[in-house]
């Protein structure tokens, strides 16, 4: 039974405040976990509870630490740990809001996925094999951002993430050693022209260059130098537009150029006959339904992620199923809150024949619960930032051993 939940205030990868907690179960297990916090994040979002007073700059979480030791604590002591839908259940009906406002999606997720932990560990289980059972055995796909632009960024790029997929490679470790390749070469590349070679929050550079398709160029390069081919080494992009759309018009911030939707599917579709893309992050805006709905009908054998515009949430999925809008979900946990709410917006997923893809966020932590669950759901794909940064690689690490673990049984990638 949980004995005692205890949560508290530490840092994350950024140096803000964010929500850890601890489970100690009665039979002595005790387990933490560490929430992550966004920078672009979608309006639609479930709250990340913030003190908004004066120290940390209002960003200090002392409410949501206060939320767990008394409300959560006090409900949920005596209960299994085993019951994780149930106790998620009544986090949020304590909560009793649509987006967990009262107690804050920091201070419930944190529970959430202390709970599980506090459960696998007590079975004597990987967290990966307690939360998918005995057919968790697929390996992801590394979906690493090496090259940045947009909002986090003073160069002239507009999109915010450019990503390496080695699909051609033959294991996760086969895969991670070819990305960290072309990673080291690009930064031998950025260096030699002169360029900053300085990282971002997901540990990508952001050289200062003319636009995105300097970046793209860049980035061939860079698998070419390392002794890859665009056969084997995939390109995927997180365009991240929700950011520059206003008045249905996307105003790309750096070149200043405004487009329509229209524009906008013209522009995404020409980088993909040029470039070899597989993937694209939040290509439309969120609150841009109906161009999704084209984008998917015109791009459909490009894997379109929704980010900002399901934000991990079954009922938001469901209308994008419903429409034909994307083939594909982003799944953050702290968009929506808890683990059951995730691995439901991930059930109906691959129930749908949408793929998806587990994600950091940019403000991150040693936690690496999604790692877990990437192999935990079979998803095949994982978004965690350059091989650089230990809150990133230890995501990393951690599937390293995972696939050690499921040595014989592995299989990496999607199909
Ligand atoms: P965020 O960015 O974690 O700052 O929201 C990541 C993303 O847009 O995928
Ligand atoms: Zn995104």
């Known amino acids: 039974l949980i004995e005692e939940i205890k949560g508290r205030q530490v840092l994350d990868s950024r140096g803000n405040p964010t929500v850890e907690a601890t489970v100690t179960l009665s039979d002595g297990t005790v387990q933490s976990a560490i929430v992550p916090s966004g920078a672009s994040t979608g309006a639609f979002e479930a709250v990340e509870l913030r003190d908004n007073d004066d120290v940390y700059f209002g960003k200090s979480v002392y409410k949501a630490v206060k939320n767990i030791n008394e409300t959560l604590d006090h409900h949920l002591v005596g209960t299994s740990p085993y019951q994780q839908r149930l106790i998620d259940r009544m986090m949020c009906d304590l909560d009793g809001t649509e987006n967990k406002k009262n107690l804050g999606a920091n201070a419930i997720l944190a529970v959430s996925i202390a709970v599980a932990k506090a459960s696998a560990s ?42 390496i997929m080695p699909v051609g490679a033959d294991s996760f470790r086969d895969g991670l050693r070819q990305c960290t390749e072309i990673y080291h070469t690009l930064k031998t590349l950025l260096k030699k022209d002169k360029l900053s070679t300085a990282v971002g929050d997901e540990g990508g550079f952001a050289p200062n260059l003319s636009g995105d398709e300097e970046a793209l160029e860049y980035i061939l390069k860079a698998i070419e130098e390392a002794g890859y081919n665009t056969d084997n080494t995939k390109l995927a992009l997180d365009i991240a537009s929700s950011e520059w759309y206003a008045e249905g018009m996307y105003n790309l911030p750096k070149r200043k150029i405004s487009m329509t939707t229209e524009n906008m599917i013209e522009y995404l579709d020409n980088l993909t006959e040029k470039y070899p893309i597989i993937s694209i992050e939040d290509g439309l805006s969120e609150f841009d339904w109906s161009g999704w709905e084209e984008l998917t009908g015109k791009l459909s054998h490009i894997q379109l992620v929704g980010d900002d515009l399901f934000v991990t ?21 702290n968009q929506i809150g808890t683990l059951t709410e995730t691995f439901d917006a991930i059930e109906l997923a691959h129930k749908a024949g949408y793929t998806t893809v587990i994600s950091h966020r940019s403000g991150e932590s040693e936690d690496t619960t999604i790692a877990d669950i990437a192999v935990a759901c079979n998803s095949g794909q994982i978004k965690t930032g350059a091989p650089c940064r230990s809150e990133r690689t230890a995501k990393y690490n951690r599937l390293s051993r995972i696939e050690e673990e499921l040595t014989g049984v592995a299989t990496y990638g999607i199909d």
């Open 122 to 163: 007590s079975l004597n289980l990987p967290l990966y094999r307690y939360l998918g059972g005995f057919n968790a055995h697929r390996l992801p796909y590394p979906m690493m951002n090496i090259l940045n632009g947009g909002a986090h960024s003073d160069n002239n790029v507009d999109i915010q993430e450019f990503m």
């Open 313 to 333: 949430n079954v009922n938001k999925l469901y209308n994008g199923i419903k429409v034909g809008a994307g083939n594909s979900i982003l799944v953050k946990m």
